[in-house]
């Protein structure tokens, strides 16, 4: 059986429909996973060639695996959205391939196609159509989360790039990121630690930005705080992201404020796409360096009316608190705030099928 150019192996051990139920119903983020997994293999010689899904299971790799030793990889993040008339559709995925081809670059990676990228999406969903979870309200955000990723799985201890790379696509059934529903979300302000700096691979979506970010979360929880904020690492002042999410600051006056991308930001797609909603509202995004002291004064004052951090998991998020040393930033929105709910609904309507795709963000997946 072939399914947009997939060769497809089914399992012979397929999930239970009872348990099956039974974990979408309780899937947490990132826990359970769906029965297959794509896989595309490229070799120096060959290019890319093996299209399949096969059963989901362990991985073989070498001992002297590249990726094992010099942590060459990518990955990417996307959600596949179950409709009202059963349809599953997926939001703005040539961004994703995009993206993924500028961290392959990054990484010294072969490039992947719109049409392998996309056409494995297609193809795993078409055989795990089942594991795609149907809200049993707007309210709840139940999606089929993607994880494409790339490996260098030659054998091989030197340091170059690696001659073999496999590209997989697994699946796992998500509820909301954070638990709780949609509530302001404390932050720590890392004063310790740099994401990224100028010249290194903080644009690229690779696991050693998130290695590197885990010490400071760790530090956040240890403050009771829920995540945690980053710096540049030249002047110690400008405000970046969070550990896996880009930032909006929201002035009383109807401005929109993002920090803008300079290499060491990850240009999300929710990111963008938060941008073009609020000019369709009326609203007036800017990307421009934002400083601490400006986050800091603006919310003193009240000319920061709200922060909110977004994400493909965790959508859009309201940041309640900025935790720092010796200090406590607190934010007059204590609700969250009006305009980061209006663009977090709107986005979710239009993700789930709820309102027209003016746009064309929308491709069918099953």
Same mark, same amino acid.
């Given at each position: 059986m072939t399914t947009s150019g997939f060769d497809v192996r089914p399992t012979a051990h397929p999930t239970d429909t009872a348990i099956r139920d039974e974990i979408l119903g309780n899937s947490g983020f990132g826990r359970y996973?769906?029965?297959?997994?794509? +896989? %595309?293999?490229?070799? !120096?010689?060959?290019?890319?060639?093996? +299209?399949? =899904?096969? @059963?989901?299971?362990?991985?073989?790799?070498?001992?002297?695996?590249? =990726?094992?030793?010099?942590?060459?990889e990518i990955?990417?993040?996307i959600k596949a959205y179950?409709?009202?008339? #059963?349809? =599953?559709?997926?939001?703005?995925?040539?961004?994703?391939?995009?993206?993924?081809?500028?961290?392959?670059?990054?990484? *010294?990676?072969?490039e992947l196609g719109d049409d392998d990228f996309i056409g494995s999406l297609k193809a795993l969903v078409a055989q795990d159509n089942a594991w795609v979870p149907t809200p049993a309200s707007a309210a709840e955000e139940t999606s089929l989360y993607l994880r494409p990723f790339m490996i260098a799985s030659e054998k091989f201890l030197g340091v170059r790039p690696s001659k073999e790379?496999?590209?997989?696509? %697994?699946?796992?059934?998500?509820?909301?990121?954070?638990k709780g529903g949609v509530k302001p979300v404390s932050i720590w302000l890392s004063s310790n630690?740099?994401?990224?700096? @100028?010249?290194?691979?903080?644009?690229?979506?690779? #696991?050693?930005?998130?290695?590197?970010?885990?010490?400071?979360?760790?530090? $956040?929880?240890?403050?009771?705080c829920d995540q945690v904020a980053f710096l540049d690492?030249? /002047?110690n002042k400008w405000v970046e992201e969070l550990g896996g999410m880009n930032l909006f600051f929201v002035y009383r006056d109807g401005r929109i404020v993002t920090p803008k991308l300079t290499g060491t930001i990850l240009e999300g797609v929710t990111r963008d796409s938060i941008m073009q909603l609020a000019r369709d509202e009326g609203l007036t995004p800017e990307e421009r360096h934002i400083s601490i002291d400006e986050w800091r004064d603006? *919310? $003193?004052?009240? /000319? %920061?009316? /709200?922060?909110? !951090?977004?994400?493909?998991?965790?959508?859009?998020? @309201? %940041? #309640? /608190?900025?935790?720092g040393e010796e200090e406590r930033i607190r934010l007059a929105a204590d609700n969250g705030g009006e305009i980061g709910k209006r663009l977090r609904t709107k986005l979710l309507d239009l993700q789930y099928g709820r309102c027209e795709d003016t746009h064309g963000w929308l491709t069918r997946l099953a």
């Open positions: 996973f769906s029965d297959h997994m794509a +896989h %595309i293999r490229w070799t !120096a010689d060959d290019g890319w060639h093996g +299209h399949e =899904v096969r @059963p989901y299971g362990p991985l073989t790799l070498d001992p002297a695996a590249a =990726v094992l030793h010099y942590a060459q990955f990417e993040g179950r409709h009202a008339d #059963g349809s =599953v559709w997926t939001f703005r995925p040539e961004k994703n391939a995009a993206r993924f081809r500028a961290s392959a670059r990054r990484l *010294a990676l072969p790379v496999d590209y997989y696509v %697994i699946a796992s059934p998500a509820a909301a990121y954070f630690y740099k994401r990224a700096a @100028p010249g290194g691979t903080g644009y690229a979506k690779c #696991g050693g930005n998130y290695a590197a970010s885990l010490a400071a979360q760790k530090e $956040a929880e240890a403050h009771g690492a030249v /002047e603006g *919310a $003193a004052s009240g /000319e %920061i009316s /709200e922060v909110f !951090a977004c994400g493909t998991a965790a959508v859009v998020t @309201p %940041i #309640g /608190e900025l935790v």
